[in-house]
């Protein structure tokens, strides 16, 4: 006979305090009412609530709940079905290294192993300081930079072992980290709050942009019959052919 565990049942989850349950309440309203139908607005209040705590809480699904006329199970079971939705306390800055067939041949396994033992964490872990949460991730949709290093959903192409330790080490360190291409890195929190509809108000970071490279458009420009570049290197390197390199001949082996 197999033993039972009997318990107290688990307590309500608390409020937010009244300050913060104002705001909340005034940020929900602006996300609902962007909808015909309330319930469609729960993926963004779930970014809403985890832009507060770094993580969606019982109290922030409580929140959701509340706000949306919904049960907290019916909440529980999108909050826990999306994996960019964390179950629990976070780094400030979500390192996912992808590990996809791909990224893994080209580096990303070599890059995730040296990461856990550079920083002394496993997958899903944290550093003792809180900045980093270290993650392998299935697929960055990226696969023509692999292997790539995404940094709160920001690309990091091209990476090496070498390069995602010192971008790790900066990020640590408070030193300047700039994604390969897109946006501005932000903590965590923001970029949650971001990704909740809210606008990004960080000088220039609208207008930074993720667009496709050369090494994205290489079968486009063979589709139509152009010559791809011999060369394809990350954006960020001084290499970097433009346009007209680009669109040129294919150099020859040896050249």
């Not at 607005?41 to 006329?69: D, I, K, M, W, Y």
Request: charged share 25%; glycine share 10%.
């Amino acid at each position: 006979m197999t033993d039972v565990q009997l318990g107290m049942p688990r307590l309500p989850a608390p409020d937010y305090p009244a300050e913060v349950r104002a705001r909340l309440e005034a940020d929900a309203e602006d996300v609902i009412g962007r909808y015909p139908d309330s319930r469609s607005a729960l993926l963004p209040l779930l970014h809403l609530v985890q832009s507060e705590e770094g993580h969606v809480t019982r109290t922030g699904v409580r929140f959701c709940a509340e706000v949306l006329g919904l049960t907290t199970a019916e909440v529980t079971a999108v909050a826990t079905f999306y994996s960019m939705y964390r179950r629990g306390p976070s780094g400030d800055y979500q390192v996912g290294v992808c590990t996809n067939t791909l990224c893994a041949v080209m580096g990303g396994d070599a890059i995730f192993e040296a990461l856990q033992r550079h920083l002394g964490v496993g997958n899903g872990e944290t550093t003792e300081d809180g900045k980093i949460t270290l993650e392998h991730i299935e697929c960055n949709a990226a696969c023509d930079y692999a292997p790539v290093v995404m940094v709160n959903w920001e690309f990091f192409d091209n990476q090496t072992v070498d390069s995602a330790k010192r971008m790790v080490d900066d990020l640590r360190e408070g030193r300047t980290v700039e994604p390969t291409r897109g946006a501005p890195l932000c903590t965590f929190k923001e970029t949650a709050r971001i990704l909740a509809g809210f606008p990004d108000a960080r000088p220039g970071a609208v207008e930074a942009t993720g667009g496709a490279g050369p090494a994205s458009l290489v079968g486009l420009r063979l589709a139509k019959g152009e010559a791809a570049p011999g060369r394809v290197v990350s954006p960020r390197s001084a290499d970097y052919p433009s346009d007209e390199q680009a669109s040129g001949p294919v150099a020859e082996e040896g050249e």
